[in-house]
């Protein structure tokens, strides 16, 4: 048995989190990052109001179908953890005297956070964290953010109800920041000691995070009524009123982000009259180019809606940042210790798996359970009972050489004979007659109308090759949707698609007036497979066998390895 298959009988698994945003302008986002390459291998969404004016999502019942849709879309295995991103409700700093304890900061904190109108009617959470490097005399600078208990609690029983777990809950502004890093698209402004701001706008306005590296020294938000100014107007309001604020906040960069579709990033960092160098990046329909490279699974007007949130709610622990904010643990306070039940990404060898420090106690004193017992009860019971069992261990010792001898002479015996295992050939020709079948079968149920495949292929090994045209690109996607979802163990992949020409001449000039077809190739062979070298003469004469002979070699198999060809194809 490998260490996977220990790991998931312990319950943690080689199992992935799963990770969602609710962002205002998209809805509700469900992404896998492949941290490695840094691009994303799937995403989906579904679109989901939000309540600007409340901070809250606005119909939990929505909520918990576009869960259900987006989890069975991408084949989410039931009983994961959720880790979701929510937009951010607030966030603020304060000073406080460095002896206050936890218990008196967090009541401080909840008497500061319910002067806000939203928290004059829900109770907060609020998690909160010293401020790097603040510290003067007596006080010390705390960051605080917080979000109703009553919107966590909904979708913790939304998540429950569904027969997921709430891992973890993050806000926008600490996702935009991971996922700026883990993109390089601030590596610049992120390096130790440089200062820059990073300025947002939503509709309800914009703010201005002030940083030095990778540390947040202070955070302003400017309330700016976005919808009732009309053209240019709101660019001439936001550079006004931000000009005079950026001066108390001097530094080497400005990092524009706009997450409206009322607000372009690139004509406000054109009309901002500020020293220092200007970058921007549209989170919104403005947006010309994705964030990260994007799987061919993923349609293009689909990979235009991925957001900033969902990419650094993505990222976990791939991105170290100093200040971060947990919404889940039984104990609000400072999160410099993380929640004991969040999952923590663990990587050994080749082998990755999610486990909680609390799960990992309790697997640590299994261990030592399942060591120490059998250890003491030998050490204590072989002594009191060796004099009455000695001579039956030694009848047992004799007995057993004796068998261990007679074993190895029949062992011996059958290695002379050589003989056939006729049931695991059987069985061996029974399960690749199995894995064809299935092949056959998928591929008869998911060709289109308008599709045809030219050339099938299903291997020994399970390897499959399978090639065709269709008069359109989407019904080439649907086909290998499909004939991913019919075999699902078998890692297909879109390795070509092109359009159709018989010469260099066509493939340079399209006629618009005549009809394009499409020639692709789905595979799960590697390119070596795909691509075999010339053999030579010798080998090519030593395969025109007689009937008779590759008889033999296929051992009463129901399916050999020819391909088909031209399945489905029809005359016009």
Same mark, same amino acid.
């Given at each position: 048995?490998?260490?996977?298959?220990?790991?998931?009988?312990?319950?943690?698994?080689?199992?992935?989190?799963?990770? %969602?945003?609710?962002?205002? /302008? =998209?809805?509700?986002? @469900?992404?896998?990052?492949?941290?490695? +390459?840094?691009?994303? &291998?799937? !995403?989906?969404?579904?679109?989901?109001?939000?309540n600007e004016a409340v901070r809250e999502i606005a119909?939990?019942?929505?909520?918990?179908?576009?869960?259900?849709?987006?989890?069975?879309?991408?084949?989410?295995?039931?009983?994961?953890?959720?880790?979701?991103?929510?937009?951010?409700?607030?966030?603020?700093?304060?000073?406080?005297?460095? %002896?206050?304890?936890?218990? /008196? =900061?967090?009541?401080? @904190?909840?008497?500061?956070?319910?002067? +806000?109108?939203?928290? &004059?009617? !829900?109770?907060?959470?609020?998690?909160?964290?010293?401020?790097?490097?603040?510290?003067?005399?007596?006080?010390?600078?705390?960051?605080?953010?917080?979000?109703?208990?009553?919107?966590?609690?909904?979708?913790?029983?939304?998540?429950?109800?569904?027969?997921?777990?709430?891992?973890?809950?993050?806000?926008?502004?600490?996702?935009?920041?991971?996922?700026?890093?883990?993109?390089?698209?601030?590596?610049?402004?992120?390096?130790?000691?440089? +200062?820059?701001?990073?300025?947002?706008?939503?509709?309800?306005?914009?703010?201005?995070?002030?940083?030095?590296?990778?540390?947040?020294?202070?955070?302003?938000?400017?309330?700016?009524?976005?919808?009732?100014?009309?053209?240019?107007?709101?660019?001439?309001?936001?550079?006004?009123?931000?000009?005079?604020?950026?001066?108390?906040?001097?530094?080497?960069?400005?990092?524009?982000?706009?997450?409206?579709?009322?607000?372009?990033?690139?004509?406000?960092?054109?009309?901002?009259?500020?020293?220092?160098n200007v970058s921007f990046l549209e989170n919104n329909?403005?947006?010309?180019?994705?964030?990260?490279?994007?799987?061919?699974?993923?349609?293009?007007?689909?990979?235009?809606?991925?957001?900033?949130?969902?990419?650094?709610?993505?990222?976990?622990?791939?991105?170290?940042?100093?200040?971060?904010?947990?919404?889940?643990?039984?104990?609000?306070?400072?999160?410099?210790?993380?929640?004991?039940?969040?999952?923590?990404?663990?990587?050994?060898?080749?082998?990755?798996?999610?486990?909680?420090?609390?799960?990992?106690?309790?697997?640590?004193?299994?261990?030592?359970?399942?060591?120490?017992?059998?250890?003491?009860?030998?050490?204590?019971?072989?002594?009191?009972?060796?004099?009455?069992?000695?001579?039956?261990?030694?009848?047992?010792?004799?007995?057993?050489?004796?068998?261990?001898?007679?074993?190895?002479?029949?062992?011996?015996?059958?290695?002379?004979?050589?003989?056939?295992?006729?049931?695991?050939?059987?069985?061996?020709?029974?399960?690749?007659?199995?894995?064809?079948?299935?092949?056959?079968?998928?591929?008869?149920?998911?060709?289109?109308?308008?599709?045809?495949?030219?050339?099938?292929?299903?291997?020994?090994?399970?390897?499959?090759?399978?090639?065709?045209?269709?008069?359109?690109?989407?019904?080439?996607?649907l086909f290998f949707r499909n004939m991913k979802d019919?075999?699902?163990?078998?890692?297909?992949?879109?390795?070509?698609?092109?359009?159709?020409?018989?010469?260099?001449?066509?493939?340079?000039?399209?006629?618009?007036?005549?009809?394009?077809?499409?020639?692709?190739?789905?595979?799960?062979?590697?390119?070596?497979?795909?691509?075999?070298?010339?053999?030579?003469?010798?080998?090519?004469?030593?395969?025109?066998?007689?009937?008779?002979?590759?008889?033999?070699?296929?051992?009463?198999?129901?399916?050999?390895?020819?391909?088909?060809?031209?399945?489905?194809?029809?005359?016009?």
């Amino acid at each position: 048995m490998d260490l996977n298959n220990i790991l998931s009988q312990l319950g943690m698994g080689q199992k992935e989190s799963v990770y %969602l945003s609710v962002t205002p /302008g =998209v809805g509700l986002e @469900l992404i896998q990052l492949d941290i490695a +390459s840094r691009s994303v &291998k799937n !995403y989906a969404f579904r679109p989901l109001e939000y309540n600007e004016a409340v901070r809250e999502i606005a119909n939990m019942e929505e909520f918990k179908n576009a869960i259900s849709e987006l989890f069975a879309e991408l084949g989410v295995p039931a009983k994961s953890s959720v880790v979701l991103n929510l937009p951010m409700v607030l966030f603020g700093s304060t000073t406080l005297p460095l %002896l206050l304890g936890d218990d /008196g =900061v967090t009541e401080a @904190l909840t008497s500061e956070v319910e002067q +806000s109108y939203i928290f &004059k009617r !829900y109770e907060p959470v609020i998690s909160w964290t010293d401020a790097t490097g603040t510290q003067s005399g007596d006080t010390r600078k705390l960051f605080y953010s917080a979000i109703q208990k009553n919107v966590i609690e909904d979708v913790k029983n939304a998540l429950t109800e569904l027969g997921y777990t709430l891992a973890g809950v993050e806000m926008s502004l600490t996702s935009i920041l991971k996922a700026l890093a883990f993109s390089g698209l601030a590596e610049e402004q992120m390096k130790e000691n440089v +200062s820059w701001n990073l300025m947002l706008i939503s509709q309800n306005g914009y703010s201005i995070c002030s940083l030095i590296g990778k540390n947040i020294i202070d955070y302003y938000e400017e309330p700016l009524a976005i919808k009732s100014f009309e053209g240019d107007e709101i660019y001439n309001a936001i550079s006004a009123s931000a000009q005079i604020t950026l001066m108390s906040y001097p530094a080497n960069y400005l990092y524009i982000v706009s997450e409206t579709d009322m607000v372009s990033a690139e004509l406000l960092a054109n009309r901002l009259p500020v020293e220092g160098n200007v970058s921007f990046l549209e989170n919104n329909s403005f947006k010309k180019q994705d964030v990260l490279p994007v799987s061919l699974e993923v349609l293009e007007e689909t990979a235009h809606k991925i957001s900033l949130e969902a990419i650094g709610i993505a990222v976990g622990n791939a991105v170290s940042m100093p200040i971060k904010f947990s919404f889940t643990s039984s104990k609000v306070g400072d999160v410099s210790s993380d929640d004991p039940d969040a999952p923590v990404h663990v990587v050994l060898g080749s082998t990755e798996f999610d486990i909680s420090p609390n799960m990992a106690t309790r697997v640590a004193a299994l261990i030592a359970a399942i060591v120490l017992v059998p250890t003491l009860a030998a050490f204590v019971g072989i002594p009191m009972i060796q004099k009455s069992k000695q001579a039956q261990l030694d009848d047992v010792n004799s007995r057993l050489e004796q068998t261990n001898a007679e074993i190895k002479k029949i062992q011996d015996a059958q290695n002379k004979t050589n003989d056939f295992d006729v049931n695991a050939e059987i069985k061996k020709v029974l399960g690749n007659n199995r894995s064809k079948l299935m092949a056959y079968t998928a591929l008869g149920e998911s060709v289109p109308k308008n599709l045809w495949v030219t050339y099938f292929v299903a291997k020994d090994d399970g390897k499959i090759d399978i090639k065709g045209e269709a008069k359109n690109v989407e019904d080439i996607y649907l086909f290998f949707r499909n004939m991913k979802d019919s075999l699902i163990n078998t890692q297909l992949r879109l390795h070509k698609l092109q359009m159709k020409s018989d010469n260099v001449d066509d493939a340079v000039s399209v006629d618009p007036t005549k009809p394009t077809d499409y020639e692709f190739e789905i595979t799960n062979m590697t390119a070596s497979e795909l691509n075999p070298p010339a053999e030579n003469d010798n080998a090519n004469q030593e395969q025109q066998q007689p009937q008779e002979e590759e008889t033999k070699q296929n051992k009463g198999g129901l399916l050999n390895n020819k391909p088909l060809l031209n399945f489905g194809k029809q005359g016009n």
